[in-house]
C-alpha cells in the first residue's frame, strides 16, 4: 500500500489511508478483502450488494467498515 498508512481498529478489518485526505478531514479508509462475513466466492469482506452475496452479510460487513472508521453513513466506491 504505497503512499497510505496502515490503520487496524481493535477487532475491526485493518485498512489504509491516504495522508494528504486525512490532513483534510476527509474520513476515508481503504479496505482489502479479509475481516468480514461473506462465504466463497465473496472472501469475505464484500460490500457490494450487486454481485449475489447475501444481503444480509453485506449489510452486516457495512457495519464493520462504519465501526472502523467511527461513522454513522458510508459512502463507497467498490473496485472492480
Do not use: Q, W
Not at 465473496?42 to 462504519?66: C, I, M, Q, T
Amino acid at each position: 500500500m504505497t503512499g497510505m498508512l496502515f490503520s487496524p481498529a481493535g477487532g475491526a478489518p485493518g485498512y489504509g489511508l491516504f495522508p494528504a485526505l486525512a490532513a483534510d478531514r476527509l474520513t476515508h479508509g481503504v479496505f482489502g478483502r479479509h475481516g468480514g462475513g461473506s462465504c466463497a466466492p465473496y472472501h469475505s469482506l464484500n460490500v457490494s450488494f450487486g454481485v449475489g452475496d447475501d444481503p444480509e452479510v453485506v449489510l452486516a460487513n457495512r457495519v464493520l467498515l462504519k465501526k472502523a472508521l467511527g461513522i454513522a453513513t458510508l459512502v463507497s466506491e467498490i473496485e472492480s
